[in-house]
């Protein structure tokens, strides 16, 4: 009796093992159609043309609205015309938390807008450089 309870546990096993594989999915959220090519996996994008950020997983924008952080499946009114296919994009691939805002003065002067450029500082050597708006796609955008 226990030589068949045995085999049936190992039948019952192999049959369950063989249905149980789970495929695990490391995307961190489906990135917008409005986002480049080839994005780079984050939580965040910051949007420097409008001071704003965009939540991946949550498919939110993240702006200021009477000088609270609001969140918004929509841009704001004065920026509905935004071309969001040709602006600049940068993923914060080293921030994790639900409020990526709270570094806003750091990416605002990190990624300060000059004209038409944008003046990215690089704080670990103290160079800067500058990325033109509008050249080749994906230049300057993943940083």
Same mark, same amino acid.
């Given at each position: 009796?226990?030589?068949?309870?045995?085999?049936?546990?190992?039948?019952?096993?192999?049959?369950?093992?063989?249905?149980?594989?789970?495929?695990?999915?490391?995307?961190?959220?489906?990135?917008?159609?409005?986002? %480049?090519?080839?994005?780079?996996?984050?939580?965040?994008?910051?949007?420097?043309?409008? $001071?704003?950020?965009?939540?991946? %997983?949550?498919?939110?924008?993240?702006?200021?609205?009477?000088?609270?952080?609001?969140?918004?499946?929509?841009?704001?009114?004065?920026?509905?015309?935004?071309?969001?296919?040709?602006?600049?994009?940068?993923?914060?691939?080293?921030?994790?938390?639900?409020? %990526?805002?709270?570094?806003?003065?750091?990416?605002?002067?990190?990624?300060?807008?000059?004209?038409?450029?944008?003046?990215?500082?690089?704080? $670990?050597?103290?160079?800067?450089?500058?990325?033109?708006?509008?050249?080749?796609?994906?230049?300057?955008?993943?940083?």
């Amino acid at each position: 009796m226990k030589t068949i309870r045995t085999i049936l546990l190992l039948i019952v096993l192999s049959f369950s093992s063989s249905k149980a594989q789970v495929a695990v999915n490391v995307n961190i959220g489906t990135p917008p159609v409005w986002a %480049p090519v080839n994005p780079v996996a984050s939580q965040y994008y910051f949007l420097p043309d409008i $001071d704003a950020y965009y939540d991946v %997983p949550a498919a939110r924008f993240i702006y200021i609205r009477n000088g609270v952080w609001y969140r918004s499946p929509n841009l704001p009114d004065r920026h509905r015309s935004y071309n969001l296919r040709g602006g600049k994009i940068i993923f914060l691939t080293d921030y994790r938390g639900n409020a %990526p805002y709270t570094y806003y003065k750091a990416h605002k002067v990190k990624y300060k807008k000059s004209g038409n450029y944008y003046v990215v500082r690089d704080h $670990d050597n103290g160079k800067h450089k500058g990325h033109g708006k509008g050249k080749s796609k994906g230049k300057g955008r993943n940083h």
